[in-house]
């Protein structure tokens, strides 16, 4: 993908990555480096196994970019390692036209595995969603007060798509589900092992100014 990105032009490629990891512009996120920029998306270097190369990829966030700006040094590696999952499982939001096309091409069993499919994503997301919070809470039981924002983004994004294949089966087989809400806020919480996550209550806003360090 990375290579993708830059056009198949590896020698510029190259310039850009030594330009990136020079000694200022990078941090440690584990054993991982990844670049420090504005955006969706930053390059990431992780050594190989052999430990006498890197491998060059993308990592699907930006530390300097919300939800993520506030997250400390000592909690990215944890937080890195639910957005490459969560990227991973991002199947978007299922319509009521998308179980039709299947219908068209292979019947109710392809409609079936499509449905089954759109479940099992979000049965893994919710998982990868209980270790985050997990990783996530402090000595009190409790998230720390800068991850609320972002655990109740993420869950929230988690809900959405549960709403749309609720709504695209009801709307398929009976034919509507009535208008869907512009909001979700309707006194949804989603219990995990170590905390709750409350939908009907906006996430507080706590900014951190030392949450960044290159």
Same mark, same amino acid.
């Given at each position: 993908?990375?290579? #993708?990105?830059?056009?198949g032009d590896l020698d510029e490629l190259r310039d850009c990555l030594l330009e990136h990891f020079s000694p200022v512009g990078?941090? %440690?996120?584990?054993? &991982? /480096?990844? =670049?420090? =920029? /504005?955006g969706s998306a930053? =390059? #990431? /270097?992780?050594s190989r196994p052999d430990d006498a190369s890197w491998h060059a990829d993308l990592f699907h966030a930006g530390w300097l970019d919300s939800p993520y700006k506030s997250v400390p040094t000592d909690y990215r590696r944890q937080v890195a390692a639910y957005? &490459?999952? @969560?990227?991973?499982?991002?199947?978007?939001?299922?319509?009521e036209s998308d179980l039709r096309e299947a219908a068209g091409e292979g019947g @109710? !069993? @392809?409609? %079936? *595995?499509?449905?089954? #499919?759109?479940?099992?994503v979000l049965d893994q997301h919710y998982a990868a969603l209980d270790t985050l919070v997990g990783d996530l809470v402090a000595p009190d039981g409790r998230l720390f007060p800068w991850a609320r924002g972002l655990v109740h983004d993420e869950v929230q994004t988690h809900h959405m798509r549960r709403e749309w294949l609720g709504s695209a089966a009801i709307a398929y087989l009976s034919g509507?589900?009535?208008? *869907? !809400? &512009? =909001?979700l806020f309707g006194g949804v919480r989603y219990d995990f092992r170590a905390d709750s996550v409350d939908l009907a209550r906006p996430a507080p806003v706590e900014p951190r100014e030392d949450a960044v360090q290159v």
């Open positions: 993908m990375l290579q #993708r990105s830059w056009g990078y941090c %440690e996120v584990g054993s &991982d /480096l990844h =670049t420090v =920029t /504005l930053e =390059t #990431r /270097l992780r957005v &490459d999952r @969560a990227h991973e499982l991002n199947e978007g939001c299922l319509q @109710a !069993p @392809a409609v %079936e *595995r499509l449905v089954r #499919r759109h479940r099992e509507s589900s009535g208008q *869907r !809400p &512009d =909001t």
